[in-house]
């Protein structure tokens, strides 16, 4: 069954911890300077992700003759530059949930986030940030359909129940999800944001990101977000489970971001590859056993 | 076993009168075995003077070892004459690339996109393998057999050793000697030391009693401080290196782009004074292009 107002505080209560791991790893890899001993401290605290980088070091497709068996013994056979590197890429994708239960909803939910927040750091770039600001964007593009990821987890039979729905009516998924559960991924998202103290801007990108349309808002962030969510359905990069998609960004947003959206969908550079490249560490994951770590 | 050195200088090609003497081109040399089969270690830019000399031996059968990927060590590889001409035969030996999630094939077609080079990998007339090697996975070529073992750079780096006849080589690739990332007074350090030298007799096995050895010697210790971490061995940790795993001979290569010949002699002059030579220790030499070496 789906939360109703009396269950909102329960719903609270079972939303996930914030993981920081990819945050910290992101701005620790942005100085070519960090000390190494500095990531793995964050490798340390985090057992699920050191778990899953010794699991893709211990692939066959790696070759290593020995198993390793902890981080820090990978750092010395393999280098602190791979280590960190291949962080960068499994990093986001445990924050977004690499477990057992996932279906196919949640492995193209991965897909769009991803999707969303290296489309959002590229417009982040475009409008002439400085990179150490834009890995925000990648957290907040990365993190702006959480609340549909809860709802999935939580209450799966529902969830599907809505996106069925959206499909059949060709309803907005939020508005699906409002019919069967007075509340929407939006809400979800705006609950977790409050509960994990993300800034408003990231806030406002997880539980306002249909609607972004704030000329007061002193940060492109928001406005980047939106337009990559849309981008990313446009080019067909992940599934958001929406059946609809914009053909155009608000005007205000375009103007802001200099550029309409075929403009900005034309500006994607790299994206196309670094997804390939996502997928490819998914493959690798599926591949191979989880107790090979 | 013969060597001959077709590139010996790090990181970049420098050609110029400052580098005549020791040569400019960036790191290959050929090995051949008692039987005259042909092993190429790394295609940097010195593999286009070798694809030269193999004119009058075509059609020819080449086992090139890629130590590692990086622009030094593969930027000849597209210039490799029989490579465009029929009846000519190229097995590439190499490491999994973790980052990418690419075998060997797929990063160095990389380099053949037409971007990059204006003639396709479908378009090359040779016969051309690729085959993505396992850590000490054993490969036999002709009368030699050649391993590997994981060395110390910023990419998977394959350090090679030639075994032929009861003649050795070993070639480092790009190597930095192991050092701890955290400081003594860390709880982790003395758990980080343990695996450091763990690998470090897995690396002097590997290497033990060879008769020559061509070690990645890029900097000097002065240098090494504001180099830390970036892949790369010095003229004091290769002799040490050398002498605790019982080296015959120890050839330096791998020359500092920026080091004229001058400067490359009088350094390595100064670090062999620093280490005097003792009953047992190896000869140690300076690599340059067109050197030939008989073991």
């Given at each position: ?293 | 076993m013969k060597i001959k ?25 050929e090995v051949r075995t008692d039987a005259n089969a042909l092993i ?104 030699a ?19 032929c ?127 030939t070496?008989e073991?």
């Open positions: 069954m789906g939360p109703s107002k009396k269950e909102l505080p329960r719903l609270v209560e079972a939303l996930p911890a914030f993981p920081p791991s990819v945050c910290r790893i992101l701005k620790l890899t942005s100085d070519i300077n960090c000390p190494p001993r500095e990531i793995v401290r964050v490798l340390d605290q985090d057992p699920p992700l050191a778990r899953q980088l010794l699991r893709l070091i211990n692939s066959p497709h790696c070759g290593l003759a020995e198993p390793v068996q902890s981080i820090r013994q990978a750092v010395v056979i393999v280098g602190i530059n791979t280590i960190k590197n291949l962080a960068l890429t499994v990093a986001p994708i445990e924050m977004l949930g690499r477990d057992s239960d996932r279906t196919p909803f949640l492995e193209g939910q991965l897909s769009h986030a991803f999707a969303v927040g290296l489309i959002a750091r590229q417009l982040a770039r475009r409008l002439g940030l400085p990179e150490r600001e834009t890995s925000d964007f990648f957290i907040a593009g990365l993190l702006h359909d959480y609340g549909k990821i809860v709802l999935h987890r939580l209450f799966p039979t529902r969830h599907n129940k809505a996106l069925a729905l959206a499909i059949k009516k060709q309803l907005p998924l939020h508005k699906a999800e409002r019919e069967l559960f007075k509340l929407d991924h939006l809400g979800v998202g705006a609950l977790l944001a409050e509960k994990w103290g993300l800034s408003p801007h990231c806030a406002r990108a997880m539980g306002g990101h249909h609607l972004p349309d704030d000329p007061d808002s002193d940060s492109p962030l928001p406005d980047c977000v939106h337009a990559a969510n849309i981008i990313a359905k446009t080019v067909g990069l992940g599934v958001s489970g929406n059946p609809r998609t914009k053909t155009a960004l608000p005007e205000s947003v375009a103007r802001r971001l200099g550029g309409t959206l075929t403009e900005l969908t034309g500006s994607l550079g790299e994206i196309p590859a670094e997804m390939h490249k996502v997928q490819l560490f998914l493959n690798a994951w599926n591949a191979t056993p989880a107790d090979s770590a | 050195f077709w590139g010996v200088r790090g990181s970049i090609a420098t050609p110029g009168p400052t580098t005549l003497r020791h040569g400019g081109n960036t790191t290959c040399i190429i270690l790394d295609a940097g830019t010195g593999m286009h003077p070798l694809a030269l000399s193999l004119f009058p031996e075509l059609p020819i059968t080449a086992h090139l070892f890629i130590t590692h990927t990086h622009w030094d060590h593969i930027q000849g590889l597209p210039f490799f004459i029989p490579n465009f001409i029929p009846g000519n035969s190229l097995k590439i030996f190499g490491a999994f690339d973790p980052i990418a999630q690419r075998d060997i094939r797929e990063v160095l077609t990389g380099q053949l996109q037409y971007c990059y080079f204006p003639v396709r990998e479908a378009e090359l007339k040779a016969r051309i393998e690729y085959h993505t090697l396992r850590e000490r996975q054993t490969v036999q070529v002709a009368d057999t050649v391993t590997n073992l994981l060395m110390n750079h910023p990419v998977l780096n394959y350090g090679y050793r030639i075994d006849n009861g003649k050795s080589v070993v070639f480092t690739g790009d190597h930095e000697h192991l050092t701890n990332i955290y400081e003594p007074e860390d709880p982790e350090y003395a758990e980080y030391a343990e695996y450091i030298e763990q690998r470090n007799q897995a690396i002097v096995a590997f290497m033990r009693g060879v008769d020559v050895l061509i070690a990645d010697t890029s900097y000097l210790v002065s240098d090494y401080p504001a180099k830390k971490g970036w892949g790369h061995g010095t003229f004091d940790g290769n002799i040490a290196l050398a002498r605790q795993a019982g080296v015959k001979r120890l050839y330096f290569t791998h020359h500092e782009p920026t080091r004229a010949d001058d400067a490359l002699e009088r350094v390595c002059q100064e670090a062999l004074a620093r280490h005097p030579f003792e009953a047992g220790d190896p000869e140690c030499l300076l690599t340059r292009e067109g050197l070496v073991i």
